[in-house]
RNA sequence: GGUGGGUUCGUAUAACGGCUAGUACUCAGGAUUUUCAUUCCUGCAAUAGGAGUUCGAUUCUCCUACCCACUACCA
């Protein structure tokens, strides 16, 4: 969800500015590679109609060559393996970044024995005078490591003593010391592939990025990504941080667990992670692509209005990152619920019944369009799914098998069997019937009741008319005198 | 621990420094209805705390508290 909502943001804010939204994949990190991950982004953006301007080719798959619509072709990082290394080294050559020898082994001790000491430990210009890189070690034994090795890294020389002044769309100014940052790896000989930190200036460069929306938890970077930005002596894009999506009850970021725990999806779609475990999606769990697009734009944004229902056309006029909130914004599962049933509402019955239709194949029911057309007519305003509409309306396409205990002991008494056998066998429509109650002067309520237990097995549901125009006056009868020889 | 960010009803949020702090969801009550649901009406409920600036602070400044993120050869 937090993914969809950044994806939908810049999406908004791209069509609003009359510029292109474009599809990247950060696959940098070779070791959390999850097979299916790129192909369930893409196809979760495109049921949210979120699509790319830019990075798809005409099969719907990731460009990966250069062309009219995709001039920044591969859009896939590890495509672009190739070209981060000599930025990175121009960095080395320019003094902005330095050769680190340390092993995992090494930095690993030296966090532990910080620890010990009840400190942390940063690489830093701290400690990089007592570590094993190209700032403390000969030129020619630097010059022989890497030639020899294949697991250094290129750092970041972060200076010291520099308030680094940032400006952020959402956040305003901020300033940060540059002594209490860390000497960030920016790329790694062993799979020759560059960190987030490295690849995304490079490719933001590349690719001519105007705009850098993202989640909050990138703020801490942001100075790294400015000083990046002056070493390279690029122009920098603008940037804005959004509030986190935080989780319904309790603290902290939403997280799948909680899905699970309270009974709603945290992804747009079904998604079986390669151990197996299945997370459940908006998509499979009913929601309108639309409904779901309205309540994800409403986390964290609103339009200065009182305006709650926005088509994406709408979210694009209205979209502006000025009223997007600072804080985290706690999901609520039961007003994302009410935005499905106001989309369900505004979906023609044509097109509700379209869908109900298999609903009902799946229940052994066969019905002419039509006739299912009405129905949902009848009951799209006590549904929020169209899965509801079953439970809803089943009664008018089979009798009851059972009674509800409780409601039949209520309302299916003998003095009202009375009556309401006499009201169905002495007239011949729901109209009629009504008129014939009030004409003896009985207890609409009771009779009307007794009535429905009978069609319906319980007392509530459709209006009696309704049912009996839809099942006909033979079936209505013949349920009657079922429940009579069943519940008498 | 360090750095940064944040804080208005339970939740999402509104309010050029100036109203009785508004709206939606949820919840409760009522009206309508043959039941249920819908619809309509009503209600519950908030500026974290403390200083300061000001004629006046939800809004600006500072302090405190609490929450979150980051602190990886992950993004």
């Known amino acids: 969800m937090g993914g969809v909502r950044t994806a939908l943001y810049n999406y908004l804010f791209a069509k609003k500015h009359g510029g292109d939204f474009i599809l990247r994949i950060e696959d940098t990190d070779s070791h959390r590679f999850v097979p299916g991950a790129e192909e369930y982004i893409i196809e979760s953006l495109r049921w949210c109609g979120i699509m790319p301007d830019e990075g798809l080719d005409d099969s719907m798959h990731l460009a990966s060559e250069k062309s009219e619509r995709n001039p920044h072709a591969p859009y896939r990082q590890s495509e672009r393996k190739g070209i981060y290394r000599a930025y990175a080294e121009q960095l080395v050559r320019d003094g902005y970044a330095y050769y680190a020898f340390d092993t995992a082994e090494e930095l ?6 910080a620890e010990g000491a009840g400190q ?19 030129a020619s034994e630097v010059a022989s490591l890497l030639e020899s090795r294949t697991d250094w890294t290129i750092r970041f020389k972060m200076p010291t003593d520099r308030v680094v002044e940032m400006d952020d769309i959402i956040r305003g100014h901020i ?24 690849a995304n200036i490079v490719d933001d460069h590349l690719m001519e990025i105007s705009h850098v929306i993202r989640g909050e938890e990138w703020l801490p970077s942001l100075p ?9 002596g690029w122009e920098r894009p603008q940037f804005a941080h959004l509030p986190l999506l935080l989780k319904p009850v309790g603290n902290g970021k939403l997280s799948k667990r909680d899905g699970d725990k309270m009974g709603f999806p945290v992804f747009p779609l079904r998604w079986e992670a390669p151990d ?20 994800l734009a409403m986390l964290g944004w609103n339009p200065g209005t009182e305006q709650e229902i926005f088509s994406m056309q709408e979210l ?42 298999p609903v009902l194949e799946a229940h052994g029911v066969s019905a002419a369009f039509d006739t299912v057309e009405q129905v949902v007519e009848l009951i799209k305003e006590r549904a929020t799914f169209v899965a509801d509409f079953w439970d809803i309306a089943w009664y008018l396409f089979k009798s009851p098998e059972e009674y509800v205990e409780k409601d039949a002991a209520k309302f299916f008494k003998a003095e009202n069997v009375q009556m309401a056998r006499e009201a169905l066998e002495s007239t011949s429509s729901a109209e009629a019937m009504e008129e014939y ?52």
């Open 120 to 138: 942390t430990f940063i690489y830093s210009a701290l400690t990089r005078g007592g570590l094993r890189n190209s700032l403390t070690l000969e």
């Open 437 to 488: 109650i009030r004409s003896k002067e009985w207890p609409m309520g009771k009779v009307m009741n007794c009535i429905r237990l009978a069609l319906t097995g319980s007392s509530s549901g459709l209006g009696i008319a309704d049912i009996m125009r839809f099942i006909g006056r033979e079936e209505a009868l013949a349920r009657f005198r079922r429940a009579e020889e069943r519940l008498l």
């Open 276 to 295: 197996g475990t299945v997370s459940r999606g908006y998509r499979e769990d009913g929601y309108f692509p639309d409904a779901f697009v309205n309540l």
């Open 316 to 357: 694009v006029e209205a979209f502006s990152l000025e009223k997007v909130g600072k804080s985290g914004a706690k999901f609520n599962p039961d007003k994302a619920k009410w935005f499905n049933k106001e989309y369900l509402r505004m979906r023609s019955s044509t097109e509700l019944a379209r869908e109900f239709v």
């Open 224 to 232: 790294l990504h400015y000083l990046l930005y002056e070493a390279f």
């Open 175 to 198: 300033e940060v010391n540059s002594s209490t940052l860390d000497d960030k790896v920016l790329w790694k000989r062993a799979d020759e592939l560059p960190t987030y930190h490295l």
């Open 108 to 113: 690993e001790k030296a966090r532990a024995e």
